[in-house]
């Protein structure tokens, strides 16, 4: 089984900047992609960014040349960095892996980080 801790949420103000952090653990596995996702109060969750573990990248529009997704293969972990964040930006973050153990592929998600920004 896969674990997923995530780090780096909280409070900022407009225009701000955080660093979010996901590091994955568990029994051998090989990672595919991870990513970030976000659900703000009344809204479906949505595609912030992923990245492969080969290093392509995949943003939403919205977050286009404000936030940066990396990776750590050596320590299985992902990075969010969110520059010039706004109100629209304040969701709760979640990190998720696909990964594959054999011929069995799975997702499995984190247990989501607050991001709040105030105005």
């Known amino acids: 089984q896969v674990q997923l801790v995530e780090s780096g949420g909280g409070l900022v103000q407009a225009g701000g900047s955080l660093r979010l952090s996901c590091a994955a653990s568990?029994?051998?596995?090989?990672?595919?992609?991870m990513g970030w996702y976000r659900q703000a109060p009344g809204k479906q969750r949505e595609l912030v960014a992923t990245i492969t573990w080969g290093g392509s990248t995949r943003y939403a529009d919205s977050v286009k040349g404000r936030f940066s997704v990396s990776r750590d293969t050596a320590r299985k972990t992902v990075f969010l960095q969110m520059y010039g964040l706004n109100s629209e930006d304040t969701a709760v973050y979640y990190c998720?892996?696909?990964?594959?153990?054999?011929?069995?592929?799975?997702?499995?998600w984190g247990q989501g980080t607050q991001v709040t920004v105030s105005s």
């Open positions: 998720n892996v696909n990964w594959r153990n054999g011929l069995v592929t799975t997702t499995t």
């Open positions: 568990g029994s051998v596995f090989s990672i595919n992609a």
